[in-house]
């Protein structure tokens, strides 16, 4: 098993900055990647960035590219997130697994390790 615990959200105006961190433990010899995701009000999960646990290739949607940037630590991975906007409003989920290739790892669907969310808000 894998652990995720999720911190850094919160109220922002459109335009500002916050940075997301998530603390992994146990089993993390078991995963090959790890990533951010995010659900909007009525929308779906979505993947938002992703990065290789060893090599440390990142992966973005595009909808944040040049935004957000992703980065790991030992046993962290963090998201910071720059000129937000209120479309970036949502539930950001940290999460993990051994999953190969982009598409895979970007699809909320599949097995993968799965923390409780924090809550970012943006308004305009």
């Known amino acids: 098993q894998v652990q995720l615990v999720e ?3 919160g109220s922002v ?3 500002g900055s916050l940075t997301l961190s ?3 433990s146990g089993a993390i010899d ?3 990647f790890m990533g951010w995701f995010r659900q909007g009000p009525g929308k779906e999960r979505e993947g938002v960035a992703t990065i290789s646990t060893l090599a440390g290739p990142t992966y ?3 909808s944040v590219k040049g935004r957000f940037t992703i980065s790991k630590a ?3 991975v963090y998201l910071q997130m ?3 906007t209120p479309e970036d409003t949502a539930m950001y989920y940290c999460a993990a697994g051994w999953v190969y290739g982009q598409t895979a790892r970007m699809n909320p ?3 993968k390790y799965w923390g409780q969310g924090t809550q970012v808000t943006v308004s305009s």
């Open 30 to 32: 078991r995963t090959n």
């Open 109 to 111: 669907q599949g097995d």
């Open 60 to 62: 973005y949607a595009d």
């Open 7 to 9: 911190s850094g959200g």
């Open 82 to 84: 720059n000129n937000l």
């Open 22 to 24: 998530c603390a992994v």
């Open 74 to 76: 030992k046993n962290a």
């Open 13 to 15: 105006q459109a335009g």
